[in-house]
């Protein structure tokens, strides 16, 4: 989001909104090295501003936002082969947003993006066990005995058990031969519900995240994002603090 000039220069604690008006008439002021004395110019976080030859620092407010990842988008910043990115959807959004964590290219759901390095890291981290749900289509309907196996945990590699995950069918259809999944883990291996139901002989066709914590995607549609409140992000905080 681009903003005023006057106001970019006193959310930086250069001056108030005034004396910054009149620093840019008197061209003390320049953008992307060019003097600026319009008052109407706007700039946003990719701009250069300096004044009296020095350059400003913006202290980037934290951002946190929401976002409902449709299929067949990668969630990163850049993608080598062009591919649609997560941040495409943030352009309005002056702020370097990033992923916290991953789904991947044809999973959709719930996807926490911010500039918060910090937050991000932590809620990230194994140690902190942040509960995802997850709905799966799958192909054939899990016995009883295959739910356990999830349940319990199964071998997603050489090194690595899934630990003890809820799991639910929600429903079953024995026409096409597939089921409908609820699977809530609380770590983030690459691939790992897939993993899992692979390894249970009931493969992935289609996979939504649909709670993260206790957010969910309640009031958006594929491609929509919304900020977090104030309470979210405290409840975020919380969440994250007070473990070694
Ligand atoms: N597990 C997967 O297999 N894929 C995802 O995108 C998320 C979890």
Redesign the pocket.
């Given at each position: 989001m681009a903003i005023r000039l006057q106001k970019y220069m006193a959310q930086a604690g250069v001056a108030s909104r005034r004396a910054s008006e009149k620093l840019i008439v008197a061209g003390k002021v320049k953008v992307n090295g060019k003097v600026v004395t319009e008052l109407g110019t706007k700039v946003n976080g990719n701009d250069f501003v300096e004044v009296n030859g020095k350059l400003i620092e913006q202290v980037e407010t934290k951002e946190y936002f929401l976002f409902y990842k449709p299929r067949g988008v990668i969630s990163a910043v850049k993608d080598d082969k062009g591919r649609k990115v997560v941040t495409d959807y943030f352009t309005d959004i002056p702020q370097r947003l990033y992923p916290v964590g991953?789904?991947?290219y044809d999973?959709s759901g719930l996807l926490l993006m911010t500039n918060d390095g910090e937050l991000a890291n932590k809620l990230m981290h194994p140690k902190y066990k942040i509960e995802?749900t997850?709905v799966a289509k799958v192909k054939g309907i899990p016995s009883n005995d295959s739910l356990k196996q999830l349940r319990i945990g199964v071998k997603l590699d050489d090194h690595h058990r899934s630990s003890s995950a809820k799991v639910k069918i929600l429903s079953s259809d024995k026409k096409t031969d597939t089921a409908i999944v609820s699977i809530t883990?609380h770590e983030?291996?690459?691939?790992?519900?897939?993993?899992?139901f692979e390894k249970v002989g009931h493969p992935?066709k289609k996979?939504k995240?649909e709670r993260y914590g206790f957010l969910t995607l309640d009031g958006l549609t594929a491609g929509q994002f919304r900020p977090l409140s104030h309470n979210e992000v405290h409840k975020l905080e919380k969440m994250v603090s007070n473990k070694r």
């Open positions: 991953r789904l991947d999973t995802k997850y883990i983030g291996r690459y691939h790992q519900v897939k993993i899992m992935v996979l995240r």
